[in-house]
Every structure is written in structure tokens, then in C-alpha cells.
């Protein structure tokens, strides 16, 4: 069965300093691999797919197979960057979400 | 603007109500997903149709249904409602031909009493 675990329900960092969110999954097949976030008072939106291997607002994420892991990271955190961020994971056309890291920019 | 709008941002119901939760999407998207959010468990996916009126269940169906008579709406349904319901319900779409990307309603909060 298909699964996807973020270790951290809180994250608070200071501005300007490196962010790593945690996503580790389980799946057999050739995982397609998400994140999403939510800042508040907005809908839940795609923040970068592991296939397009881009850079979103400063976040990117990259794929280890040989650890099942797609760990989001951002090298100086801003005080935007405060919101919930969900990893996801695809099956056909259906994804399976984390549990979901909050985290929290300081200034 | 491409949208997926939920009708009812907010609800509060009663234990034993039916309650209808509406979802439209305006992308002409094939595929169709319910979900609820609740803290410490992520989103779990309730229902989901690839097509009008085709339905299949997700990971937690039981005490909901779903209807899809037009490509564009998708209603999901809780037959008589108990407390342990109360959330916040997502809606989301995506085309066959896409990234995979999910198009996600604002939430509808549900409330039972």
C-alpha cells in the first residue's frame, strides 16, 4: 500500500535561515511525487511535481529513490514561506497526501 | 482564472441531517475528488469519479456517498450526519491529459451539532 509520512507536524525557523521539510514514502511502482501548500486564507495549491525538477519561489525537492524520500528545501527562509505544506504522492490519477508540516517563519 | 468552487463555505448541521456539500468546476476536467483536511491527519480521500456518473471510493467512504449527473458538478452526500463528520471538506479536479495537478476548492467547514 501506498503511503506518505512527514515526521514533523511544526516547523518554526527564523528568517533567513535554511528550511528542510520531510517526506518519506512508500509505494512499488515509479512514484510521482508532489508538494503542496496552503498559506492561510488560501485554497490549497501546487507548490512543484519532482518530474519538472524546477525551482518555486526559492523551494526545490529532489527525489531519492534509494531512500524514498522528496524532502522540500528552501536555503533562507522567508516570512511568506509561513503556511501548511502538504507532500503528496500519485497513484494513476489520485494522490495520497502526508499528515502535513506547518511551518512558521520568524522574523 | 481557471476555478473549482465549493457552494457552502460554512455549514453547521445536526446529528441525523442530510447534508449535501456541492462542487463546480469550470476547467471541463475529467476527474473529480473529495476530501477532508483535518489537522495532525493530512487530507484522506473520500471519493473520487473519473467521469460522469462514475464513481469510486476512496480511503474513508463510509457514512458518505457522491453524485456526478454533470462533467462539471460533483456533490458529496452524508446521509445522516454524526458529530464525528465535522470538518473541513476540500473538492478538487484535474484533466486526464495534464500534469496530474490538483485544482482545489476553497473548503467547505462542516459543523455537526
Redesign the interface.
Same mark, same amino acid.
Not at chain 2, 40 to 45: S, T, V
Not at chain 2, 99 to 102: F, K, P, Q, R, S
Not at chain 2, 104 to 107: L, P, S, V
Given at each position: 500500500a501506498q503511503r506518505v509520512t512527514q515526521p514533523e507536524k511544526l516547523l518554526s525557523v527564523f528568517k533567513g535561515a535554511p528550511v528542510e521539510l520531510k517526506c518519506n514514502y512508500s509505494y512499488s511502482g515509479s512514484p510521482e511525487l508532489f508538494w503542496y501548500v496552503q498559506y492561510s486564507r488560501q485554497r490549497l495549491q501546487l507548490l512543484l511535481r519532482h518530474i519538472s525538477r524546477e525551482s518555486i519561489k526559492g523551494f526545490t525537492a529532489d527525489l531519492n529513490k534509494g531512500e524514498t524520500s522528496f524532502h522540500l528545501k528552501k536555503p533562507f527562509a522567508q516570512e511568506e514561506d509561513s503556511a501548511m505544506y502538504y507532500c503528496a504522492l500519485s497513484n494513476d490519477y489520485k494522490l495520497s497526501f502526508g499528515a502535513g508540516t506547518t511551518v512558521t517563519v520568524r522574523a | 482564472d481557471v476555478k473549482?468552487t465549493q457552494s457552502s463555505r460554512y455549514l453547521v448541521k445536526r446529528t441525523g441531517e442530510k447534508v449535501f456539500l456541492e462542487c463546480v468546476q469550470d476547467m471541463d476536467h475529467e476527474?473529480m475528488?473529495w476530501?477532508r483536511q483535518d489537522p @495532525? !491527519? @493530512? !487530507?484522506? =480521500?473520500i471519493y473520487?469519479s473519473?467521469d460522469v456518473k462514475m464513481k469510486e471510493k @476512496?480511503?474513508i467512504p463510509e457514512g458518505y456517498s457522491v453524485s456526478r449527473e454533470k462533467k462539471e458538478r460533483f456533490s458529496l452526500i452524508l446521509e445522516s450526519a454524526s458529530t464525528n463528520q465535522t470538518s473541513m471538506y =476540500?473538492c478538487?479536479s484535474?484533466t486526464?491529459g495534464g500534469? @496530474?495537478? =490538483?485544482f482545489? +476548492?476553497? +473548503?467547505s467547514r462542516l459543523t455537526v451539532l
Open positions: - | 473549482v476527474n475528488f476530501y @495532525g !491527519l @493530512g !487530507l484522506r =480521500l473520487f473519473y @476512496g480511503d =476540500l478538487a484535474s486526464n500534469t @496530474g495537478e =490538483l482545489f +476548492g476553497e +473548503g
